[in-house]
């Protein structure tokens, strides 16, 4: 059945590391992916999203590519800062009348100073 | 207006309250959501909206009832609740179509004493 499968966390990197979390995915049509990001005490963000093979998704320094060859939406940023502690949640849906979001069991990244 | 709005942040309740979440969007999304998350948990699905009719329900105990009274705004009704119910709930709206982002509130903060 449909599934994402997310890196375990936590992940703890300090200032200015660089950041992979990675997420494969299980579907059994052409979804959309997405990178949700929970911060403390709050709801969901939408971080970034790609529709189709080969896309590249980025937002505030962060990226992930869709690639359909390796089923996969790994989330990348050059730098991280410690403002970007959160859990990071991967998602897909196939979008059509009901728009139901596949969620990973999220990556809780802690960046130390 | 890029808003979800929850109401109330925190809800205190015993398990045989009767309360009511309440959740509005003012983006013209005709696709409403709840979500159930526990702790270190992702969100999980509980009942969609298209167009103000329901069209999922995972299976959700009938102790939880939802309704979309139009299309901005969406209630979940509470009634003899179980303290495993204790979670935060969240809502979320999309426009329907592949690839569209769900917008998600801050979510209210359920304690069933």
């Known amino acids: 059945g449909d599934s994402v499968t997310q890196m375990e966390g936590p992940v703890t990197l300090s200032e200015e590391a660089f950041l992979t979390i990675n997420c494969t995915y299980t579907a059994t049509g052409y979804p959309s992916l997405f990178w949700y990001v929970q911060y403390p005490g709050e709801g969901l963000q939408l971080l970034l999203k790609a529709t189709k093979a080969d896309d590249k998704g980025s937002n505030k320094g962060f990226e992930a590519t869709y690639r359909k060859e390796t089923t996969s939406f790994h989330l990348e940023k050059g730098s991280v800062q410690v403002s970007d502690s959160a859990v990071y949640f991967c998602a897909f849906n196939y979008g059509g009348a009901t728009n139901k979001l596949i969620f990973g069991t999220g990556t809780l990244l802690a960046v130390q100073p | 207006d890029t808003e979800v709005t929850q109401t109330p942040k925190h809800l205190v309740m015993g398990m045989t309250n009767k309360k009511s979440l309440k959740c509005e969007q003012h983006m013209g999304h005709r696709a409403m959501y709840w979500y159930k998350q526990k702790a270190k948990k992702p969100p999980e699905l509980m009942f969609v909206?298209?167009?103000?009719?329901?069209?999922i329900n995972e299976s959700v105990p009938s102790r939880f009832s939802p309704e979309c009274p139009n299309s901005s705004l969406l209630n979940l009704h509470l009634h003899a609740l179980q303290p495993e119910d204790s979670a935060l709930y969240l809502c979320a709206s999309s426009l329907l179509g592949q690839g569209e982002k769900l917008f998600f509130g801050s979510g209210t903060q359920l304690s069933v004493l």
């Open positions: 909206y298209s167009y103000e009719k329901l069209s």
